[in-house]
């Protein structure tokens, strides 16, 4: 199979954290400080561990200052709310995000709700959320803004192509049909109650897929030509002899790869855009809070 037609997210994003590393720099010389990131995970759930680590060493490695708090799974929601206040008053925190999920006994729009708006990074405050929909300067949601960077960059102009949504979430389906529309798409969201759904996605230039169910997009629900971009981390049973089971998206790649001009992979299509993009909207937080105009590219 030709590989041509792979979307490489990983290398899209790795460019991506070098640009925003330069303008770190920059920043550094105007203000005499680092942008700063705090993340806060609450209990230990492996994936989130892992993606807490990966944005800590990213933070870092873009010359940005990581503060990283680690709580412990029976944290009281008032004590994690009083965590979030005292970084929305510190001066030296440009961003704030809550890893979730969040144990089950917390409310996670109740402690978004709590987050400075202007420190709201992952773009989940109703604040940030309106300002999208009404087409105001927003925070995006990290993974949403990853795919439509990488839409652009192999399609350039989005408008008038029909984009397919598949998933309704909060966290990327919404935010994503809102970019979608923004850049004169016409938009469908699909999602569990819609019928035919093989019929609705065979119409789209533009596939987006937000479900969370392995490779439920068949090869043959793709237009020859459509672009596809895989949301999904689904880990599959381990097969015989292996010990960990493989990641696949909510597409079935192999049998879409051969219908799509373009298609993200999983892993390295979608994934490492989002942490790029939280670096971004970092920056832009930094900048704004300093007063300081928006650096060239951002
Ligand atoms: N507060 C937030 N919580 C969560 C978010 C978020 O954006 N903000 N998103 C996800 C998890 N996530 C970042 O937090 C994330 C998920 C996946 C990847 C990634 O790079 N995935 C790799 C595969 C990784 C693997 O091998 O398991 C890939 O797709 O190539 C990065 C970040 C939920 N929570």
Avoid at 121 to 147: I, K, M, S
Avoid at 183 to 205: F, G, K, P, W, Y
Avoid at 264 to 279: E, F, H, K, S, W
Wanted: proline share 5%; aromatic share 4%.
């Amino acid at each position: 199979m030709s590989t041509d037609n792979i979307i490489d997210g990983k290398a899209f994003a790795a460019d991506l954290r070098g640009r925003i590393a330069a303008s770190v720099l920059d920043f550094v010389a105007h203000s005499g400080r680092k942008p700063g990131l705090a993340v806060v995970l609450v209990g230990d759930d492996p994936a989130s561990q892992v993606y807490v680590g990966s944005k800590k060493k990213a933070t870092i490695e873009a010359g940005m200052a990581s503060f990283e708090y680690r709580l412990p799974e029976d944290t009281a929601q008032a004590d994690l709310i009083a965590l979030v206040e005292r970084l929305n008053a510190d001066e030296q925190v440009d961003g704030i995000l809550v890893q979730l999920p969040l144990p089950s006994h917390m409310d996670d729009k109740a402690v978004i709700a709590e987050l400075d708006p202007a420190k709201d990074v992952d773009g989940f405050h109703v604040v940030n959320a309106g300002r999208l929909a009404v087409g105001e300067d927003a925070f995006v949601p990290c993974t949403p803004l990853g795919c439509l960077m990488l839409l652009k960059d192999r399609l350039g102009d989005l408008s008038g192509k029909n984009a397919v949504v598949i998933g309704r979430s909060n966290i990327v389906g919404k935010p994503m049909a809102q970019l979608l529309l923004a850049e004169n798409c016409t938009v469908t969201i699909a999602h569990s109650r819609t019928q035919d759904l093989a019929d609705v996605v065979r119409r789209a230039d533009i596939i987006v897929a937000a479900v969370g169910r392995a490779e439920m997009v068949k090869g043959d629900w793709i237009k020859d030509g459509a672009v596809v971009i895989d949301v999904g981390i689904n880990r599959l049973a381990p097969a015989e002899g292996e010990t960990k089971g493989r990641l696949v998206g909510d597409v079935a790649f192999a049998e879409a790869a051969v219908h799509s001009a373009a298609i993200t992979p999983v892993p390295g299509g979608v994934g490492p855009m989002t942490i790029a993009c939280l670096l971004r909207n970092t920056l832009v937080a930094a900048y704004r809070r300093a007063d300081l105009p928006r650096p060239k590219g951002f």
